[in-house]
C-alpha cells in the first residue's frame, strides 16, 4: 500500500512558476512509476507526466518544455516543476503510483494522491 500527498499548488500569474511536490509513505516507492494528472473543472482527468523508478521522465505535448519531473529517493518524493504557467494549467493536479509503465492510462495507476489546487490567473 503507498499513500500519496501532494503540496505546492496555489495561485500565480501567468508566466510565473511552481514546484508541487508528492510524498509518499507506507512503504518505498522507489520501483513506482509516478504519474502526473490534470482536472479542469467540467474536463476530464487528463495525462500530465510521468516518470519511471529510474527517472525516465514523459510529459504531455501540452506541457512539454515547461513541466519537468524529478524524484529524490531519499526522500521517497517526486516533484513536478511548473514552469511558464498559463490559464489553461488551472486545474487539480494529482500524483499517482503505479507498478508499470503504461504511463497516460489513469487507470493503471491504483494509488493516488488526494490533489493540489494550481490556479493561474492572466
Known amino acids: 500500500q503507498v499513500q500519496l500527498v501532494e503540496s505546492g499548488g496555489g495561485l500565480v500569474q501567468a508566466g510565473a512558476s511552481l514546484r508541487l511536490s508528492c510524498a509518499a509513505s507506507?512503504?518505498?516507492?522507489?520501483?513506482?512509476?509516478i504519474g502526473w494528472f490534470r482536472q479542469a473543472p467540467g474536463k476530464e482527468r487528463e495525462f500530465v507526466a510521468a516518470?519511471?523508478?529510474?527517472?525516465?521522465?514523459y510529459y504531455a505535448d501540452s506541457v512539454k518544455d515547461r513541466f519537468t519531473s524529478s524524484r529524490d529517493s531519499a526522500k521517497n518524493t517526486v516533484y513536478l516543476q511548473l514552469n511558464s504557467l498559463k490559464p489553461e494549467d488551472t486545474a487539480v493536479y494529482y500524483c499517482?503510483?503505479?507498478?508499470?509503465?503504461?504511463?497516460?492510462?489513469?487507470?493503471?495507476?491504483?494509488?493516488w494522491g488526494q490533489g493540489t489546487q494550481v490556479t493561474v490567473s492572466s
Open positions: 516518470i519511471s523508478g529510474s527517472g525516465g521522465a
Open positions: 507506507g512503504r518505498t516507492f522507489s520501483g513506482y512509476t
Open positions: 499517482a503510483a503505479s507498478t508499470s509503465w503504461d504511463r497516460r492510462n489513469q487507470y493503471a495507476y491504483p494509488y
